[in-house]
């Protein structure tokens, strides 16, 4: 039988971890679905699976078990067949647009969109995330040389989408990504 003070000490040590690295996860969801509101949902259901199992999930590693259960309910989502459907433009919005990069995410945001799941889910965990193909692997259950072909084809449909050609100073080609993420990612505290 667990006690009060035990559960109260797990559900405080949950909320500091939720604390900690909500925003990592919700920018993580956000990129990989594609939207704001399908993330926050994305987000939410996978801290509420996370939570029933925290006792067993909080000593190994939770950032990994959270942003595994964030890529099932996203494959569940698009199975289910609510998804959206990327466009070629995005209309203008009215107004003078004052944050640079903004234009580059944009442009990053709507190639991710076009890019299969499999192809976004690996390289987010791998430029975004920093996780080597052994643990990409791992999470998305797949052979290690399916996860490098995976992040070669979309980085390859990335370049072709933004228009650009191969970065030479650059071998595997991921600061096109890894930069508009890191501009996502400054200019998402900025923007109401």
Known sequence: MVSSASRTDLAQDFALFVAADGGKLLHF?????????????????????????????????????????????????????????????????????????????????????????????VILLRDLEQLEYREIAEVLRLPESTVRSHRARGLAALRQQLGKESEKDHEDGAAPVAAAARTSQRTAKDVP
């Open 29 to 121: 969801a956000t990129l990989l679905s594609g939207s704001r509101a399908a993330a926050e949902d994305l987000v939410q259901s996978a801290l509420t699976s996370t939570f029933v199992h925290w006792r067993r999930v909080r000593d190994g590693q939770p950032q990994a078990y959270v942003r595994r259960a964030i890529v099932n309910a996203n494959v569940t989502r698009w199975r289910s067949g609510t998804r959206t459907v990327p466009v070629a433009e995005v209309p203008d919005r009215p107004g003078q647009d004052t944050y640079a990069g903004i234009d580059d995410r944009d442009a990053l945001m709507r190639c991710l969109a076009r890019l299969s799941s499999a192809q976004r889910t």
